[in-house]
């Protein structure tokens, strides 16, 4: 008689990776049906059905389905939206980062729908397009709420430690986005000045955000390609977080390029990823990306990368930081012009 095989598989694992579309989708229609505004303070499905207009039925799935994601918490039949995750899902948030999430989703999934496609036959034969400028300026006007939910204050202090910052007198935010990263350095100087340089559509989403913060007499956004345009010079401060993958395949001139754009004794930080374990790690950057990677878009820096680029383009005193954000984890490269 044939025996049964002596095996005890653990599917746990495998069939959480099975369900992740469906915790994505609950995620996402209550982004959509604005749920967590409905529930910022403790309602009954019902309750909440009716101020969504939606099948109190149905409603009251999608909130268990919610809860179970620990993103509402729910007792004697009311939910309401978990404390911890409130600040980045209430609406009214400063820090809201739903639209964020929204594009991100997009951005990451829609090109691997044919993810079997992809493998069988290569990247599409047209050129990797990185988008629009009107996308671009989307994604900052996402990116902003984001960078303010601690993530520029965590770095301002980091480079308010680098020793020189108390002298520096101008800094530039290369590939800035909505400017939050300068804003928050600026803020931490008493006389600090800054340019934000990015694509036009992008540097007029931070003039909004540099006025909001009153700092338009110390911050001024510049509109423009920073791969061939001049970025201007006498910079102490050059700060550019992930934005050197554009210029991965040409690193080492573009950082002579900014190398020759900053004042002597200048200090020049890249944050960016830092990909290690033969580029299986950081999952959540290797599966973050992979849309990017499928698609011709290979712009990942190795660990080590960016700081033996700074090294052959000039830089002295190069030092590498891990860096935990609240997404991935990420490097910080630490670099000094040698002053005349």
């Not at 600040?87 to 993810?115: C, K, Q, R």
């Not at 102490?236 to 002579?256: I, K, M, Y």
């Not at 944050?271 to 990017?292: F, I, K, Q």
Request: proline share 6%; aromatic share 6%; hydrophobic share 45%.
């Amino acid at each position: 008689m044939k025996k049964l095989p002596n095996i005890d598989l653990q599917l746990g694992p495998l069939y959480d990776l099975l369900i992740g579309a469906v915790k994505t989708r609950v995620l996402l229609a209550a982004l959509e049906l604005n749920v967590f505004n409905a529930t910022a303070s403790a309602c009954r499905a019902k309750e909440v059905a009716l101020k969504l207009g939606t099948h109190p039925g149905n409603t009251a799935l999608l909130l268990d389905a919610l809860t179970a994601l620990k993103l509402l918490d729910k007792q004697d039949g009311a939910y309401q939206t978990r404390v911890s995750v409130a600040p980045a899902l209430s609406p009214d948030s400063p820090a809201n980062i739903g639209m964020l999430l929204t594009m991100m989703h997009a951005m990451e999934t829609e090109p691997v729908a044919d993810l079997p496609s992809l493998v069988r036959n290569g990247p599409p034969r047209e050129n990797a397009d990185f988008g629009t400028e009107e996308i671009w300026a989307g994604y900052a006007r996402a990116m902003a709420n984001y960078q303010r939910s601690g993530m520029a204050q965590k770095m301002a202090v980091m480079v308010e430690d680098i020793p020189g910052f108390a002298s520096w007198k101008k800094m530039l935010d290369l590939g800035g986005g909505p400017g939050l990263f300068c804003i928050a350095m600026v803020s931490r100087h008493p006389s600090l000045q800054g340019v934000v340089f990015d694509q036009p559509a992008v540097a007029t989403v931070a003039e909004t955000f540099i006025a909001e913060y009153e700092l338009q007499d110390r911050i001024r956004a510049v509109g423009g390609d920073y791969v061939n345009d001049p970025i201007g010079d006498g910079y102490d401060l050059v700060w550019a977080s992930a934005t050197l993958n554009f210029v991965r395949g040409n690193l080492v001139p573009f950082l002579e390029k900014i190398y020759r754009a900053m004042a002597p004794g200048g200090v020049f930080v890249s944050l960016a990823e830092g990909m290690t374990a033969e580029r299986t790690e950081p999952a959540s950057m290797v599966l973050g990306t992979l849309s990017h990677g499928l698609m011709g878009q290979d712009f990942l820096f190795d660990a080590g990368e960016i700081a033996r680029a700074m090294n052959e383009a000039g830089f002295s005193s190069v030092r590498s930081i891990p860096v935990e954000t609240s997404m991935v984890p990420m490097v910080l490269d630490i670099a000094t012009k040698e002053c005349d």
